[in-house]
């Protein structure tokens, strides 16, 4: 089955530098890669996510980049604010996230020290 | 739209007890799904259905787990007999075909059996 291998696990950047969390999965077959911010006793949230057919997208600060020949994506956060700080999750599917078979990294805790 | 909702938010539980976590879908969606998060292992699907027809129940763990979903605007996670190691935060979470894919987490409820 898929699996998503994400890094790093901690990430600590000063207020207003970029932040990139990188992500690699298994399953050639994925087509769906969303990107998940969880906040402190709160569910995920979706933040930005990406398809197959699409190598980037971006939304204001936020992007994220699909290689699929190497099966990995990333996401970038510039300009950075404490508002920013939380663990953030990628995902990888198979079936465009509605069947559920949605496979999640283990999350990147990010610290944005002001 | 007042979101995914879960209760009870936290539970303290003995060892041996029952426990039932209630969930209310966001209105229209028609897939639901319950995932539990712990630090070791991450966010795990659990179960997800479809219509209230259950579709994959791959990932409950033991038969001691139970998921229903009786309507639309309403499903269920059991566990009993619960066990220490079952301490965890359950989400519930949904979405709908048409609507891009995106899964909409709640809150979480967050187990503790000691």
């Known amino acids: 089955g898929e699996n998503v291998e994400q890094h790093p696990s901690t990430l600590s950047v000063q207020e207003g530098d970029s932040a990139v969390i990188k992500c690699t999965y298994s399953?050639?077959?994925?087509?769906?890669f969303p990107w998940y911010k969880q906040e402190l006793g709160k569910g995920p949230q979706l933040i930005i996510d990406?398809?197959?057919?699409?190598g980037e997208k971006k939304d204001q600060r936020i992007a994220v980049t699909l290689n699929k020949t190497a099966k990995h994506f990333s996401l970038h956060i510039t300009e950075t604010q404490p508002e920013d700080s939380a663990v953030y999750f990628c995902?990888?599917?198979?079936?465009?996230?509605?069947?559920?078979?949605?496979?999640f990294g283990k999350g990147t805790k990010l610290s944005v020290k002001p | 739209d007042a979101g995914v909702i879960q209760s009870p938010r936290h539970e303290v539980t003995e060892m041996g007890q029952e426990v039932t976590l209630r969930c209310k879908p966001i209105?229209?969606?028609?897939?639901l799904f319950w995932y539990r998060q712990t630090m070791m292992r991450g966010l795990e699907l659990l179960i997800y259905?479809?219509?209230?027809?259950?579709?994959?129940d791959s990932g409950m763990p033991e038969d001691r787990f139970s998921a229903k979903m009786p309507n639309a605007s309403f499903s269920t996670l059991k566990i009993q007999p619960s066990e220490p190691r079952d301490s965890a935060v359950y989400f519930c979470?949904?979405?709908?075909?048409?609507?891009?894919?995106?899964?909409?987490f709640g809150e979480g409820s967050w187990l503790t059996v000691v």
């Open positions: 979470a949904s979405s709908y075909r048409g609507g891009g894919n995106t899964i909409y």
């Open positions: 995902a990888a599917s198979m079936g465009g996230g509605s069947q559920g078979n949605l496979i």
């Open positions: 209105s229209g969606h028609d897939y």
């Open positions: 399953d050639s077959a994925s087509n769906y």
């Open positions: 990406i398809r197959s057919n699409v």
């Open positions: 259905f479809n219509n209230n027809v259950p579709i994959d």
